[in-house]
């Protein structure tokens, strides 16, 4: 489904002394996402993977490197993989002086979604996250996990092949996060691929079928989470976690 080869994304910087140097963001990463699976992307901050979504997403351009999704490159058929992905961020992103469902409808229109086609798929992803009741509401008065929810249905309004998630449980409660994951795991059996960042490694191990972890933007371990388990002796993914990272 995607397969990196060789990536590697290098920023001009200030350093300490006020000097301009290259950083290294992501250092000759390579690896491969199969069709339907949940793919996790686990570092510390400063990792790199934020940076390696933003390329996988065509946001950021490679310093050198190749992505391929279903073998086609992302320098020759941009926009036909732009149809291909839906994109949750980190960050909120609505518009919010516009309702959930303005927010939804001027997403559809994006994709140039007909009318009928808009209000059908809207009305469905409204109800599959139970946020219907809430559809004239001002996106300001819902809480973090409704917005994260509306986050995640806005991304599938195209009905994208591969969904990016980028921390998409970020400072809410247990109880909402395990809603999330509830929600990953059901469009995952609806045969999403899912690419997915997370600082919560209960939350790798519960979802992704297979795991990298990155330091200082290399590729250091990428496997199933038991087997890395297995493979460096450990009791769970956190465990491995802290022997790689620290």
């Not at 990463?29 to 997403?57: C, P, Q």
């Not at 073998?71 to 959930?100: A, R, W, Y």
């Not at 209000?119 to 819902?142: A, F, H, K, M, P």
């Not at 795991?211 to 388990?229: E, H, M, R, V, Y």
């Amino acid at each position: 489904m995607i397969e990196v080869k060789n990536l590697c994304k290098i920023f001009k910087h200030k350093n300490h002394l006020g000097e301009v140097t290259d950083k290294i963001a992501v250092d000759n990463l390579s690896f491969k996402v199969k069709r339907g699976e949940i793919f996790g992307l686990l570092g510390k901050n400063g990792a790199g993977k934020t940076t390696t979504i933003r390329m996988l997403t065509l946001q950021t351009q490679p310093t050198s490197g190749e992505i391929l999704f279903d073998g086609f490159s992302i320098n020759e058929d941009s926009i036909s993989i732009k149809k291909m992905i839906g994109v949750v961020p980190q960050h909120i992103n609505f518009d919010q002086d516009l309702t959930v469902g303005e927010n939804m409808e001027l997403h559809a229109r994006l994709y140039h979604l007909n009318k009928a086609e808009r209000q059908q798929r809207i009305s469905d992803l409204l109800d599959y996250v139970e946020l219907s009741n809430v559809v004239n509401d001002g996106v300001r008065q819902l809480s973090g996990g409704m917005k994260r929810r509306l986050l995640i249905i806005r991304a599938l309004i195209h009905r994208p092949q591969i969904l990016f998630l980028d921390e998409p449980t970020v400072a809410l409660d247990p109880q909402v996060r395990r809603r999330i994951w509830k929600l990953i795991e059901q469009l995952k059996l609806k045969g999403v691929t899912i690419v997915l960042t997370t600082h919560y490694i209960e939350e790798a191990e519960q979802l992704c079928d297979r795991t990298a972890f990155l330091k200082s933007g290399k590729l250091i371990a990428f496997d199933k989470p038991a087997n890395l388990c297995r493979i460096y002796n450990k009791q769970n993914l956190e465990e491995v976690f802290i022997e790689l990272i620290n």
